[in-house]
């Protein structure tokens, strides 16, 4: 697989994507992240498959199956979301985590045992174009039901 990798502090699994918000709706997003996180709980995913998106030229690692507690956060950020008037993508919820971009052709991703990673929170990241790739500074985040994980993935 050829590509180029992201630095490995941008590595993250999207929840929901939002896209280009203004500063004054930043408290209105902060709640419905924060109402989400206590609708779950700690959980470990497994990443378990890997391929690439062709059109894109992604190459992904990702989670056959996704636990309920992340299913119930993902649903919880996509309602309040909604409610906000803000527009989010309705297709099922496939986790998984970008591992290089503008890949010319697919490479083998083959698996032992799988990866599992941990999730103690979760995040909302503004996302801006850097030298090397996008760049994400975290905005805020929430402990998944009341943890104290430091391990998060995206809003």
């Keep these: 697989m050829q590509g180029?990798?992201?630095?490995?502090?941008?590595?993250?699994?999207?929840?929901?994507?939002?896209?280009?918000?203004?500063?004054?709706?930043?408290?209105?997003?902060?709640?419905?992240g924060k109402a989400a996180a206590a609708a779950g709980a700690p959980l470990s995913l497994n990443l378990d498959r890997g391929g690439m998106f062709r059109a894109s030229g992604i190459a992904w690692i990702g989670a056959s199956s996704s636990p309920a507690s992340l299913l119930r956060v993902v649903q919880s950020l996509t309602a309040g979301l909604w409610e906000l008037g803000i527009v989010v993508d309705l297709r099922e919820f496939v986790p998984h985590i970008t591992l290089a971009r503008r890949c010319r052709r697919a490479g083998a991703i083959a698996f032992d045992s799988p990866i599992v990673w941990p999730i103690g929170r979760i995040a909302l990241y503004a996302s801006e174009a850097g030298v090397s790739g996008p760049e994400y500074r975290e905005l805020d985040g929430w402990a998944l039901g009341g943890s104290t994980g430091r391990d998060s993935v995206t809003l």
Aim: no cysteine; net charge neutral.
């Design 4 to 32: 180029r990798a992201p630095l490995a502090a941008n590595l993250h699994l999207t929840l929901v994507f939002v896209g280009d918000i203004s500063a004054r709706e930043l408290p209105s997003l902060s709640a419905v």
